[in-house]
């Protein structure tokens, strides 16, 4: 298994531009996630899906779109770049098993975006 | 909602100390808890998880924590600290109802290991 990956591991983006971050899990896994972190301040969430068809806001929705057509792909797209995302993304997922519905989280390698 | 706070933002022990990570969480129920390190650019790996049963749960790379609940507290321990353990290491709480799954994390605390 290849895990949760993520794509690209870099990006520069001007101002205004428009991008979408690409998150792929091979586990067959329900719940999927992207968090931004940023020094001091730890993870946080902005945007989990629990299932194909499914989304819902985090923390800190604003300025994101997430869909979730298929069990393996959750994009997060970035409508109007500004400075304020400049941020490490991580996109995460979860297999919620019966008798442990505490989700281990497994967690890509990040994407690393500079808005200049 | 719930949150989490690590008081601590860095600190520094001698390799072969013992450590003591604290964590204290808000939350008006039982509380899933959990402890991640993140290797220098590296993504998050969880190091152990409570979720019900006995308060002292053991985890990977010969760490432990302890649930207490009158402390509102999930400190995570080590005996004896490798140069290999510095890193960030980050609390989190979990909510997991159906519908409303939502893992929130405390702002981290670095740790340096030195010789």
């Known amino acids: 298994n290849a895990g949760v990956t993520q794509t690209p591991k870099f990006q520069v983006l001007k101002t205004g531009q428009s991008m979408t971050l690409q998150c792929a899990q091979d586990?067959?896994?329900?719940?999927m996630s992207w968090y931004r972190q940023d020094p001091g301040m730890g993870l946080r969430l902005i945007h989990y899906?629990?299932?194909?068809?499914?989304?819902d806001q985090g923390e800190v929705p604003n300025g994101y779109n997430v869909s979730r057509s298929t069990t393996e792909d959750f994009p997060l797209r970035l409508l109007s770049a500004a400075p304020s995302q400049t941020s490490v993304y991580f996109c995460?997922?979860?297999?919620?098993?019966?008798?442990?519905?505490?989700?281990?989280?497994?967690f890509g390698p990040g994407t690393r975006l500079t808005v200049t | 909602a719930q949150s989490v706070t690590q008081p601590d933002i860095h600190i520094t022990v001698s390799e072969g100390a013992s450590l003591e990570l604290r964590c204290n969480y808000s939350?008006?129920?039982?509380?899933?808890l959990f402890w991640y390190v993140q290797s220098p650019g590296q993504g998050l790996q969880l190091l152990l998880k409570?979720?019900?049963?006995?308060?002292l749960v053991q985890g990977i790379k010969g760490f432990e924590a302890e649930f207490k609940r009158s402390q509102s507290s999930f400190n995570l321990r080590k005996p004896s600290v490798h140069w290999s353990d510095a890193a960030e290491y980050f609390c989190?709480?979990?909510?997991?109802?159906?519908?409303?799954?939502?893992?929130?994390f405390g702002t981290g605390t670095r740790l340096t290991i030195i010789p």
């Open positions: 409570y979720f019900s049963g006995d308060t």
């Open positions: 899906s629990v299932g194909a068809g499914i989304t």
């Open positions: 995460a997922s979860s297999y919620r098993a019966q008798r442990d519905p505490s989700y281990e989280q497994y």
């Open positions: 939350y008006g129920a039982t509380p899933y």
């Open positions: 989190a709480v979990g909510v997991f109802n159906f519908g409303n799954e939502k893992l929130t």
């Open positions: 586990m067959n896994h329900e719940y």
